[in-house]
């Protein structure tokens, strides 16, 4: 074992201690999840008001005040002294505590919601009925246990991001997109959605209610927007019900590529999302830990493909299972979806495979292929087969057994859960279905990329070592070439921690893109012409 | 199959064995002492700081070298025979080659000071030198001061890197401002005040007398040449510029002066014999270059022109136009082309300067009074577009199209403030002149690739 090794075992030391003042702004904020706790508990707190007031506030003030005490002394600029000595953000100790922690709470707000509190029929107990006052400040309802969870959520973007912005205030790009997904939950995932439950049963709606519905959350990753019990609860309510359902598709099919075309994914996964909100402000601090290896990046673009295929059949079953067969009764039947969706598919399949073939790897055609197969020979069997089980399967098997697999557990359980272990981006790496989606397009039709430097680059590794998608931009940054990854959201980060101001985020034409000329390493073009010959 | 042996795992000694492998099926064999792999030696500062561990300033993951087939052995070459063509590692299992390339870097400068190999006292070259620090100066605790003696890039990176753990740092700076040598007045000035900014006690026209050991040998104080002050430290950081590491060379009938002399080609006096990077001496300067060039892109482009040669396509070492860069504590700086400092510069050269009024930002453009070409631009706390730079100077554009289109090279994040329009008034302030910022144009960057 060499000397620095043997010295991260020193405690107490800077750049790993903290000081006085974050010792006690630790002590405020864990007070805070304290009062949650022992609400958990059945403690009861006799104004629970007062009490989720004075809890929200502990935890933030406490993580406001930590990151003040950490940044507001410093001049701007890199702020990552020590990361890999603390235990908290190098898989130490604390890091595999907090994981521990984050992953059984996921565990029992997905599967044990009736240890938090709530009660079916009746009034909440526990943490639930903590939050219910809020909630009927809101919406008028009592608390559910995602209520809880989505107050938390939003409390933890707010206050990490406040955190975020002092760490990088030299940085414009990443204060206003930190902004932006402050804003986004707030607004969007939070509070509108509480405020539209208000119009349930009003005369707007025609007395209908409409699906809870984060109008910012687009499908795949909203991946049961479409299922039956939505599309009712649209369709029943009125004109805002329908245009909500346009948006909802418009969104998918329009919205989404044109975005995706101009600005690269980032514009949502980095600057709109609600997990990459989570991501990129609590989860900040544990972006260095995404594996970098070659042979991740392998398994993730297979998981992260094969999720795509999976929500695919599992929402094209969905939706078939409750399309009727008169066409008479409604124009969408059952067989028009099935070939709208196989035409849909081959058209994408086949403008890919004919013009943009020479940018793939082998594995990746052959994988590409043997989805579309399997996909295409699953609608095929069952469209000759008559009715029965669509895709082999129970449609409310498919659907049943994504949201147990993928909704809960890859999204929230190893999703979250894991950030001290495995970094911040787990779920949107290998196994967003969106991200995958408009990777796939960012990589080959968008006008985003990562530009290096000409040969400014010295191969030190801050920009792969901090990359939370676990890119090695190092790889392409040394070779003069501009990264453009399908997995890239855009956070910008490796450009800011750039020491020789190499990498620059920016959308330009498409020609030219990928394959950038190496002649800036540096000498004269004679070599550079002999170097580029590949 | 022919046998290419390289000493030295460094950037140039990698870059070397990565282009000659891309271009043959030769064997290669990369000597190293100092590690088993290829790692950026300019990141050694952020394991040290904690923004990195070892691993990750290793460039390549290891199985990369067994699939390409480069051999790494560890050891240290004692003895390089041309005349048999073979060499000794570590004075016992010997090595032959069909051609041989040196690329063994650096060590720091020692200028004969009393004390300077006590205990406590280093420099910051190598990996060894990182082990070293840890046990030098793992703590504030352990380490109450250092001192760093020499004024220039390691120099300050050192100050940076003991003061990430919060080890109160004496600064000692021969010039009277600092790397004024190399950077223009305003320029240095500017890194003063962000030097003292992050308490670092910067002693400007400053020389070392001696170093003063305990009853142990271990470093106890530095006594300061001007003033006769003692001031007490636990480490002294020499960091008065590096030389080449070519000891084990003398006596082997190759050509030496302060590094190993090479012709255009990369090649010294024996046959087979080549020599890249920070160790290389060229015969003539190249240009406004250095003999001894020792930067990473230098020895990146070495490697790259003699792997040309040693794969059949006998290639001349022709550097572009200069670049380099470099980070002062928070204050980025790039360079292109050629800005001197006031003891440096030439005769026909006139300098622009421009500073933020409230930020650490700033810009130098060098320009040939007579003819007005652009000769080069320093920038603090903004970045440019390699690119965009190289195109103007091999166009000779005029200083005044640089101005016009200053907004073309910004290489900023997006969202950053532009300062175009600050800056070109105040061109046309020292100049006189009535020059409008044009606003950047995506066609014309990117029509320049």
Redesign the interface.
Known sequence: M???D??MA?TG????ILSRNQKIATLIGMSGLAILLLAAFNVSFPNKGMWLTISLMAISAGTVWFSWDAYSQK????K???????SISSKGFWGWIAGIALTSFYIILYFYPEYLGLVKDGSNKGVIGLFDPLSRLLSGNPASQWFVYGTLYTVAIFAFGIKFLWKYR????ER?RTMSVMFFQTAFAFIIPELMARLNGDKILNGGSLPYYDLKNVWPLNYYNFEGYRIKAFLSSGDIGFALLIFGILSVFVITPILTYKFGKRWYCSWVCGCGGLAETAGDAFRQLSDK??SAWKVERWVVHSVVVFVTLMTTAVIYSYLGTDTSKYWLTKSTFLISVAVLLTVVFAWVMIFKREQFQKDAIYGAIGYFVIIMALIGFHFFSGDGNVFLFKSETLRKSYSFLIGSIFSGVIGTGFYPIFGNRVWCRFGCPMAAMMGFQQRLFSRFRI?T????C?????C??YCEMGIDV??YA?KGENIVRSSCVGC?IC???C???VL???N??L??RID??Q?????????MT??NKK | MENIVIIGNGIAGISAARHIRKLSDKRIIVISGETDYFFSRTALMYVYMGHMKFDHIQPYENWFWEKNRIELVRGYVTKVNPEIKQLVIDESRALHYDKLIIATGSKPNKFGWPGQDLHGVQGLYSKQDLDLLEVNAPNKDVCKRAVIVGGGLIGIELAEMLRSRDIPVTFLVRENSFWNGVLPNGESQMINEHILEHHIDLRLATNLKEIVADENGKVKSVIVAETGEEIQCDIVGLTAGVTPNIDFLKGSGIDLGRGVKVNRFLETNVKDVYAIGDCAEQHEPIGNRRPIEAVWYTGRMMGETVAQTICGNRLEYKPGHWFNSAKFLDIEYQTYGWVFSERGMKDYEAHFHWRHPSEKICITIAFNKETNEFLGINTFGIRMRHQVFDKWLSKNQTVDHVIEHLADANFDPEFYKAHEVAIVSKFNTDFGKSIKSRKKSLKRIFAMG
């Not at chain 1, 030299?170 to 790009?173: D, K, L, P, S, V």
């Open positions: 060499s000397t620095y043997r010295s020193l030391q800077p750049p790993k001049l701007p600029g890199i990552n002294d020590g990361v890999w000595f603390k030299h940085n414009r790009y206003i290896s070659v530009t430097n000409g040969g400014q010295i191969s030190c590794g801050n792969s070592t190092r790889a040394q910008g450009s800011a921690v020491p020789r101001g620059k985020l920016e330009g034409p020609e030219g950038s000329n002649v800036l390493l540096g000498n004269d073009v004679d070599l002999l170097v």
